[in-house]
């Protein structure tokens, strides 16, 4: 009989807790949000002043100057800049892919003599300080004659790239080993197992690894700067960048626009990209 | 039997054939070369020239040196830390929400869009101290701002505070680990009547492990060879109005507070022009990560399970 008198009582409590966990959740993450955009938004203020207001520490336009933005295209060839970019971020993020995913599958899936050992192997790729192999590989990539060309930054993506190995890796270890032994009594071979099964449920982890690739590719000034420096037609946007700095007496607005010319289709892209992402989660199966 | 295993054996290697010539040509090879130079005196315009251990003999007594270790120690013990209980902290935010999802995630994720470069200027000038708007904003609560950028306390807690803020593409990565947690485990949970800690800890945590351990080995990885933010960071809050002629005076800026190892390396091989050193310093540091990842990795094998 109690029971059913504390029935409604504790219902209505539950309601109440859970609006407020709302409304508590819904405040931080707007205010979190706000933090986040704050520095951002605070480039995009930068980017309407003029050059002299742009070296002040004022936030806040005096007057407005969306001119800026075509200044940009004015003084630099921003559209063939772009186009470098994307042929250099889009044909390195595919190959990257379809060399380290193999690779990937392997050391988490498949049992071999070593796979410990060349696991590390691979860690110790990652942990490499860049400025260590620089001037061999330079010297190596002048003695072919292809410095000055975006060659030295795509043709090492058809070999694998260590961090995206690592993390398709760990990715691929959190597939239930059933579902692979499933395609095996089935007459799978690995590679089939590899296009058929694995890849499906991967998805998501290789939907993140491809815009971890793209998007470190695309903001790449260590790679750009090494190699194509000498030959402006193969100059990517972080160059561009840059040269505002050093060619041009440092005009804050025009760098900040560019700045923000070079982010927005990454925005883009992330905005969509992430609802593929969560539906490919949502497709694994791993939800039930 | 044996030819089902040479079978295997080709197939396997068929998998890793692209990696196993990568690691050669691109690692293996440009490695033991600056192994070599790190015995030389070589300076890119004359034949390296033998000289034995003096490059490592000469970290010894290498005031910079120390002063960059300490540093970049420092960045180790707390951005790697800080970096992942952020990234777990806004998944875990995320995850509850429905509706609008997208927008949020997009925001959180929006500063590691941002060029390196770019956005340490921007936290520089909003961190300007009294004048900056983040001061503004302080003042207004009745808070006198730290000096920030400008202060030898406070500089390397302001890169913290800028990694902090950029720590999307890790919160990216918890998400999907979050996420993958199955939903029964949960409602088990809830029914057996486990609250919302309890929950976190006894099931999202042993679930998402993995990621955890992999954000703290390349959350090591990024800090050791941390170097953009730090130079930029340096060069304007000093007042410098360009980056990159002349940044090496800027470097560690204020009082050698954000002086980090691979700054000092850059210093050592790029301007001063002593490759030999340089690549010294560059092995010393690959060793020192490989033993710190590698570590890492074994006390992660012991809880985790992760080889199955």
């Known amino acids: ?62 007057t407005w100057h969306p001119e800026n933005y075509l200044k940009v295209f004015e003084t630099t060839p921003l559209p063939h800049y772009l186009l470098n970019t994307v042929l250099y971020a889009g044909t390195a993020t595919v190959l990257t892919l379809a060399s380290s995913v193999p690779a990937a599958y392997a050391l988490a899936k498949l049992k071999f003599r070593g796979r410990n050992a060349l696991f590390l192997v691979v860690i110790c790729v990652m942990m490499l300080p860049p400025q260590v192999v620089t001037v061999p590989l330079y010297l190596m990539w002048a003695r072919y004659g292809l410095t000055g060309s975006l060659a030295p930054l795509i043709i090492p993506a058809l070999f694998g790239d260590a961090f995206c190995i690592f993390l398709l890796r760990q990715f691929l270890l959190t597939i239930p080993g059933e579902y692979l032994d499933a395609a095996r009594v089935d007459g799978c071979g690995e590679w089939r197992t590899l296009l058929r099964v694995v890849l499906p449920m991967a998805r998501p982890g290789i939907a993140a690894a491809g815009l971890f690739q793209f998007f470190y590719c695309w903001n790449d000034y260590y790679g750009p700067l090494l190699y194509t420096s000498e030959n402006e037609n193969s100059w990517t946007l972080s160059l561009g960048l840059a040269s505002f700095r050093t060619v041009h007496h440092v005009d804050w607005n025009l760098v900040t626009a560019a700045t923000v010319l070079a982010m927005a289709p990454l925005i883009v892209i992330f905005f969509f990209a992430q609802r593929a992402f969560v539906q490919g989660i949502t497709l694994t199966g791993f939800k039930g | 039997m044996d030819t089902v295993r040479l079978r295997r054996g080709l197939t396997t290697l068929s998998f890793l054939a692209p990696a196993l010539i990568g690691i050669g040509v691109f690692f293996l090879y440009p490695l033991l070369s600056a192994v070599y130079f790190s015995f030389t005196k070589f300076d890119l315009l004359t034949v390296p020239q033998w000289v034995g251990l003096d490059n490592y003999r000469r970290m010894a007594d290498d005031p910079f040196l120390l002063q960059a270790v300490r540093n970049t120690l420092w960045m180790v013990v707390v951005f790697v830390p800080v970096r992942i209980l952020g990234a777990i902290g806004l998944a875990m935010l995320l995850v509850r929400f429905k509706r609008g999802a997208g927008v949020f995630r997009t925001i959180y994720y929006l500063p590691a869009l941002v060029p390196p470069v770019a956005a340490t200027i921007a936290f520089v000038y909003l961190l300007k101290p009294g004048t900056g708007p983040v001061d503004h904003v302080l003042e207004k609560l009745g808070i006198d701002g730290p000096l920030w950028f400008n202060s030898p306390a406070w500089a390397k807690p302001s890169l913290v505070l800028l990694g902090l803020w950029a720590v999307g593409d890790l919160m990216i990565i918890f998400l999907a680990a979050v996420l993958g947690v199955p939903e029964s485990l949960y409602e088990a949970a809830s029914l057996d009547g486990a609250n919302a800690w309890h929950r976190f800890r006894s099931i999202t945590l042993p679930s998402i492990r993995p990621v955890i351990l992999f954000a703290a080995v390349t959350g090591v990885i990024y800090t050791l060879q941390y170097f953009d933010q730090a130079a930029v960071a340096g060069s304007i809050a000093s007042g410098q109005a360009t980056v990159g002629a002349g940044i090496s005076q800027s470097f560690g800026y204020p009082e050698g507070s954000t002086f980090t190892y691979p700054l000092w390396l850059y210093t050592v091989g790029f301007r001063y022009s002593a490759l030999g050193y340089a690549n010294a310093l560059a092995i010393a540091l690959f060793v020192v990560a490989l033993a710190v990842t590698v570590i890492l990795l074994r006390r992660a094998k012991a809880f985790s399970g992760e080889e199955s």
């Open chain 1, 1 to 62: 009989m109690t029971l059913a008198l504390d029935r409604p009582v504790t219902a209505t409590v539950e309601r109440r807790r859970i609006r407020l966990a709302w409304i508590a959740r819904h405040s931080i993450a707007i205010a979190l949000a706000i933090m986040f955009v704050t520095p951002v938004a605070y480039l995009v203020l930068l980017s309407l002043m003029t050059s002299d207001q742009a070296l002040t520490s004022d936030y806040w336009p005096n």
